[in-house]
């Protein structure tokens, strides 16, 4: 069962079922643009996950992001819903299964922050348009072949 819980910055917060919420949502709070703390991160509107963008200087700076992200999934055998364009990623943590925001959404939300920086991120004042496109972009993704990713296939044989 999904619960919801209130942040001090920013709407209701749907945690996966089984997570530890007192500490996931310590864990949250400092990534959450809201919480005037330095964080860039804002929750979908239904609180099941976290989105934010990234800007790079180059297409070359934006894909050794994604791929040093990418080697971060694989070991924590969980992935982002993204897309990128030239040198902007738009990167979307949640669980589909269970449903909502886990540990693994918020470590990683954690990790990309730490390789922006390493990678060299341009940090604008918040800007729509581009990040808008970006989401629109996942969001096709998700609502066709993706909405199944995280489900136990059947191995028919």
């Not at 330095?38 to 979908?44: A, F, H, P, Q, T």
Request: hydrophobic share 40%.
């Amino acid at each position: 069962m999904m619960t919801e819980t209130p942040t001090k910055s920013q709407g209701q917060v749907r945690f996966s079922a089984g997570v530890d919420e007192p500490a996931l949502a310590q864990a949250l709070e400092p990534l959450l643009a809201s919480a005037g703390r330095g964080g860039r991160w804002v929750l979908i509107p239904n609180g099941e996950g976290l989105e934010r963008s990234f800007k790079f200087k180059t297409f070359a700076k934006t894909w050794d992001f994604m791929t040093a992200v990418s080697l971060q999934c694989k070991l924590k055998n969980h992935h982002p819903e993204w897309s990128n364009v030239y040198n902007m990623t738009y990167i979307r943590w949640t669980t589909h299964n269970p449903r909502g925001l886990s540990s693994k959404d918020v470590e990683l939300a954690s990790i990309c922050d730490g390789l922006a920086t390493d990678f060299g991120e341009i940090i604008e004042e918040a800007s729509t348009g581009d990040s808008c496109a970006l989401r629109a972009a996942a969001d096709r993704v998700v609502a066709g072949v993706g909405a199944d990713c995280c489900a136990p296939k059947n191995k028919a044989k």
